[in-house]
């Protein structure tokens, strides 16, 4: 049964970049057909889908989010990583990674909370 864990800090100052890591364990980043979503929940609101990054290696990025967001991984060590620039207040949210096939999210972390204050 595959696990995903989402670390990094949980306070970040506005306009500098906030960087996330989801380590994998139970199954291989490159498995087919795989994909490993980054997805946001900012206080009192819904979900937010910011982008994946595909078993192949290929990423997709929100429109919204797109000149700010990066999302890559490291197969050596079973991570995908989020990087997100230049923030601000409203990116405050928890954070989750999450795989699934084409279009779904069958599974997620426990998510982490990510504050961007001064």
């Known amino acids: 049964q595959v696990q995903l864990q989402e670390s990094g800090p949980g306070l970040v100052k506005p306009s500098q970049t906030l960087s996330l890591t989801c380590t994998v364990s139970g199954g291989s980043i490159t498995t087919n057909y795989y994909y490993y979503s980054w997805i946001r929940q900012p206080p009192g609101k819904g979900l937010e889908w910011i982008g994946y990054i595909a078993y192949s290696g290929s990423t997709y990025y929100s429109p919204s989010l797109k000149s700010r967001t990066s999302i890559s991984r490291d197969t050596s060590n079973n991570q995908v990583s989020l990087q997100l620039s230049s923030v601000t207040p409203e990116d405050t949210a928890v954070y989750y990674c999450?795989?699934?096939?084409?279009?779904?999210?069958?599974?997620w972390g426990q998510g982490t909370q990510v504050t961007v204050s001064s």
């Open positions: 999450a795989r699934g096939e084409a279009g779904t999210f069958g599974s």
